[in-house]
């Protein structure tokens, strides 16, 4: 069946059951949880209320008390349909709700047919945390936005939705105590449009935008109908310009600060002393009278130390407490903000940076670094929810870069997210009990609008779905995508503005005889791919795709999708530079980050050159560590010029080389340095590096390129590691 998240357990069995025109419902059933399945189908059906020994077509039936709910088992649901109607089982309303969502997508996949088959359905999640977040902050969604956004996630029985309400871009919840905070903190002078790396600005004041306590205590009721909990984040200590905004006193500088304006991390953060703790703990305080959260979110992620280093309080502060230096610092402000946020019967959870110095002692960790974060905090036995950006950013691209809107960066398609495992490898089965369940973010620096967050969410957010529930296979992974086009119907019949990134081309380079080849696929019948290599776009009377396009040298391939005669798909372009690297034999001696490694060493011999403005999949992306590449000509080779790129965006902590050395060998063990770069020729040449190397004949080309290593005091992300963004590395 169309299912998404897949049951666990399906049988069918003899007889079909025949869905009526009017609808005749057990009197006894939950009737909130109820009347949003009567919703769902208002136009098609008419329903009325009856005792079961009436002829009732639909039941709901607690399980005996005998069986009592095992931990996790308050999600547990089986759904019975025979020709006599459908019973539902489960342990709460919440199992009921969860039912009522499979049973919505049963109906709508036979509705036409007006037949459904016989069957008994056993269902209940893997994972207790299924959630997604929402940033409010960089760009603002309406309470009516904010609800739709709640209606996905109960469609897909996610039940936490993470709502991060604060940042350096904007403060956008009313506290009454600081009215400051949104007369002040909620609106920006101006925003960055496009790419980053244009540094452009719209000239318009955004704002005052913020969601009244009345608007919250709605929204919360609204998501409790659809039992999702609600899980607010109040960033602290860092990602604060907005808060300092409006109370200036709270930070170790006297400013004054505005509401940023960029994207990227600042130094201003708020100050550790007595007067700071007491505003965080007033606003706590009337967070949590608005969210019945167990757990409150106190953000804790990139938290530059710089002006702690030149504060005198906070130095002073290390001193008192013996804290070994600033990270130790966080810790203890972590640690304050813990225990008053416990006294109040809560529980924090915060970004994987709250490791820092020592976790709080009953802190849970959101791992999205990597899964490291999660992994320590198991092993030290403390809940993680898994997020690594790898496989759960969802302002990432979901398709080819090129033909994608603008976008944060990295490449998390639909398969990807579907092929993550939230329980990591090197957790043993008691470790991996701590790990709560899944999470993917989406935050809205490039997502202006609420059709770009449908864009960006949809299909992904159904990857995820599964993921979550504990049902996907990626060994099976068209079967799922079979499955997520049939729902396009669904998010079509309610108007949603999804990605159709999936119908587009994919392209991929692959060695082939000492070069390469370009493969297509799409998630279609592969007979409708047409192609050019002259730069023209594809007509139905193009090239049809047969096997991988050999790339004999620099051109530009063009593809499209049809069916029936009509395109189907974007146009996809490529544009290959060939040189004497491309296609060869490409080792590295450390590997690029997770989000950054589309392709592998391979991407920097595919002939492919990268797009400054797009982080997706041409570039390989390093944090704090060097690039070493030797590459293997396979015989001895005549060159005398050595290119690659490197790019700079320093907003995004990417930087510039300190340096780059060229070795040549025969033998791949003794090097011969031919030439060295320092900084000053990296940034003279914008990171576009072009070597004369004079006439080489070796076999074998070693390019070393050093990180910057820490990032220096007055850029965003001081003290912390740099990246190291390289593309291309190609020799004529």
Not at 32 to 59: M, N, P, S, V, W
Not at 272 to 288: A, R
Not at 566 to 588: E, N, R
Request: charged share 25%; hydrophobic share 35%.
């Amino acid at each position: 069946m169309n299912l998404i998240p897949y049951p666990q357990k399906v049988e069918f069995s003899q007889g079909e059951f025949i869905i009526p025109e009017n609808f005749k419902l057990d009197e006894n059933l939950p009737k909130e949880e109820t009347e949003y399945f009567k919703k769902h189908f208002a136009k098609r059906y008419t329903f009325k209320y009856g005792k079961e020994d009436e002829g009732t077509h639909l039941i709901n039936s607690l399980f005996p008390p005998s069986l009592t709910p095992l931990h996790g088992e308050q999600e547990k649901y089986t759904i019975e349909i025979s020709p006599g109607g459908i019973r539902i089982h489960s342990y709460t309303k919440q199992g009921y709700f969860l039912a009522l969502q499979t049973l919505i997508q049963i109906i709508d996949q036979y509705k036409d047919g007006k037949k459904i088959p016989a069957m008994k359905i056993e269902d209940q999640p893997k994972f207790a945390w299924r959630g997604m977040h929402l940033d409010v902050c960089r760009h603002f969604f309406t309470v009516d936005e904010v609800k739709q956004y709640i209606d996905y996630l109960a469609m897909y029985k996610l039940n936490t939705f993470h709502w991060h309400l604060t940042d350096d871009q904007g403060w956008r919840i009313e506290i009454k105590k600081y009215p400051k905070l949104t007369q002040i903190g909620s609106k920006r002078k101006q925003s960055m449009i496009g790419a980053y790396a244009d540094n452009t600005f719209d000239g318009k004041p955004y704002g005052p935008y913020f969601y009244t306590q009345e608007q919250i205590k709605e929204v919360v009721k609204y998501a409790q109908e659809r039992h999702i909990n609600i899980v607010p984040e109040i960033e602290m200590p860092g990602h604060a310009l907005a808060a300092l905004s409006a109370y200036p006193e709270l930070a170790c500088t006297k400013g004054p600060f505005e509401v940023a304006t960029t994207w990227g991390v600042f130094d201003d953060v708020f100050c550790p002393k007595e007067e700071t703790f007491k505003f965080l703990e007033n606003v706590l305080d009337e967070v949590i009278k608005l969210f019945p959260s167990k757990y409150i979110h106190i953000g804790g992620d990139e938290c530059p130390k710089t002006r702690w280093k030149e504060c005198a309080h906070c130095q002073e502060l290390i001193k008192k407490n013996n804290l070994k230096d600033e990270h130790g610092l966080q810790s203890y402000f972590i640690h304050r903000i813990e225990k008053y946020v416990n006294s109040k019967g809560r529980k924090i959870i915060g970004w994987d940076e709250i490791l820092e110095g020592g976790l709080a002692p009953n802190a849970a960790v959101m791992s999205w670094t990597g899964v490291n974060g999660g992994i320590e905090a198991a092993k030290s036995k403390h809940f993680a929810v898994m997020t690594p950006g790898a496989y759960c950013y969802f302002d990432h691209y979901q398709g080819d870069p090129q033909s994608e809107p603008n976008a944060f960066g990295g490449f998390t398609p639909l398969d990807k997210v579907y092929s993550y495992d939230p329980i990591p490898a090197e957790l043993n089965s008691e470790q991996a009990k701590y790990i709560l369940g899944v999470q993917a973010n989406l935050w809205t620096e490039y997502i202006l609008d609420f059709k770009q967050v449908q864009y960006m969410i949809f299909p992904r957010l159904m990857a995820l779905s599964e993921v979550g529930w504990g049902t996907s296979d990626p060994k099976n992974y068209k079967e799922f995508e079979k499955r997520v086009i049939s729902q396009f119907k669904v998010l079509d019949n309610m108007k949603v503005n999804y990605a159709k990134s999936i119908y587009n081309i994919l392209g991929k380079v692959i060695p082939v005889n000492n070069g390469i080849a370009y493969e297509l696929s799409t998630s279609q019948n592969a007979d409708g791919i047409r192609y050019t290599l002259d730069g023209t776009v594809p007509t139905l009377h193009s090239n049809t795709y047969q096997k991988p396009v050999a790339i004999p040298g620099s051109l530009t391939v063009k593809s499209a999708y049809f069916e029936g005669g009509q395109l189907k798909s974007a146009v996809s372009s490529q544009q290959f530079t060939v040189s004497k690297t491309t296609g060869k034999s490409i080792t590295l001696e450390q590997q690029p980050s997770e989000n950054y490694s589309f392709g592998g060493a391979f991407t920097l011999v595919d002939g492919i050159v990268g797009n400054v403005k797009q982080l997706g999949k041409t570039w390989l992306g390093f944090q704090g560590k060097d690039v070493v590449a030797t590459i293997d000509f396979g015989q001895k080779t005549n060159f005398s010029e050595v290119y690659f790129n490197i790019l700079e965006n320093k907003g995004s902590w990417i930087h510039l080389a300190k340096s780059a050395k060229i070795f040549v060998s025969d033998d791949n063990k003794t090097f011969t340095m031919i030439r060295e770069i320092a900084n000053e020729e990296i940034r003279n040449a914008k990171g576009k590096i072009k070597l004369n190397v004079g006439m080489q004949n070796a076999r074998y080309l070693k390019v070393s390129i050093e990180n910057a290593g820490i990032i220096p005091a007055g850029n965003p992300g001081a003290d912390s590691k740099a990246w190291l963004f390289v593309d291309e590395i190609g020799v004529n």
